[in-house]
């Protein structure tokens, strides 16, 4: 395998008399590619945190989640996930096309359970793959470089109670974000989500946070 720890890290574990037991863990804990329960917990899964770093080297944290098995394993070092209609700002997208290195966050909070993975990503724009998600603008390919799961003792257990509505549908038709409704944005929408948002009706900043606050 590939060097794993960084000098900070090996340091660290020096301090904290740990480098035997994180020697320990990397033999028998972290592969390179998933095995055949690790792939199927990843394709039952509904969300993940996504990590990605931008070109001034600062981290980005986002949330991504779908129907279960929007995370796809097409091989044991490849895995897909989409990109649906987001802010515009394209942060993580951004950060995969400067950078390429990611890591995902599986978490199942019913179990609960955890899997991460990192590895080199490439944003897909069209084709085969981004038509196979309906609603999806993009879809990220991930080639795996190591996985390994984690201690789940500090995760809260939690139970799913309803899927976002947000989702696009198999048709992929998914409604406008509340926020594109909001007044001062109109200018900067999309013709389509302009005209949407005349149909559902503007709202204010004021009244878009009331709603959030009602959930």
């Given at each position: 395998m590939d060097a794993?720890?960084?000098?900070?890290?090996?340091?660290?574990?020096?301090?904290n008399a740990s480098i035997d037991l994180a020697n320990r863990l990397l033999e028998v804990t972290v592969a390179s590619?998933?095995?055949?329960?690790?792939?199927?917990?990843?394709?039952?899964q509904s969300m993940f945190f996504l990590a990605t770093v931008d070109e001034f080297g600062f981290p980005s944290c986002s949330y991504k989640g779908?129907?279960?098995?929007?995370?796809?394993?097409?091989?044991?070092?490849?895995?897909?996930?989409?990109?649906?209609?987001?802010?515009?700002?394209f942060?993580?997208?951004?950060?995969?096309?400067?950078?390429q290195k990611i890591g995902l966050l599986f978490i199942d909070?019913?179990?609960?359970?955890?899997?991460?993975?990192?590895?080199?990503?490439?944003?897909?724009e069209s084709g085969a793959l981004v038509d196979s998600y309906p609603g999806?603008?993009?879809?990220?390919?991930?080639?795996?470089?190591?996985?390994?799961?984690n201690c789940p003792r500090y995760i809260p257990k939690m139970t799913l109670e309803t899927a976002s509505p947000a989702i696009p549908s198999v048709d992929g038709d998914f409604p406008l974000a509340l926020w594109k409704r909001i007044d001062f944005l109109q200018d900067v929408l999309t013709k389509h989500d302009r005209e949407q948002a005349q149909i559902e009706?503007?709202?204010s900043i004021e009244t878009y946070e009331a709603l959030l606050g009602e959930g």
């Open positions: 794993f720890f960084t000098d900070a890290q090996r340091a660290l574990q020096q301090a590619e998933l095995d055949e329960s690790q792939a199927q917990f990843v394709a039952s779908g129907h279960p098995g929007f995370v796809r394993v097409l091989n044991p070092s490849t895995l897909i996930f989409p990109n649906f209609d987001g802010n515009g700002m942060m993580s997208l951004g950060n995969i096309k400067d950078r909070f019913e179990k609960p359970q955890r899997l991460r993975v990192r590895g080199d990503a490439e944003v897909i999806a603008q993009q879809v990220v390919q991930v080639t795996v470089s190591n996985v390994w799961v009706g503007v709202i």
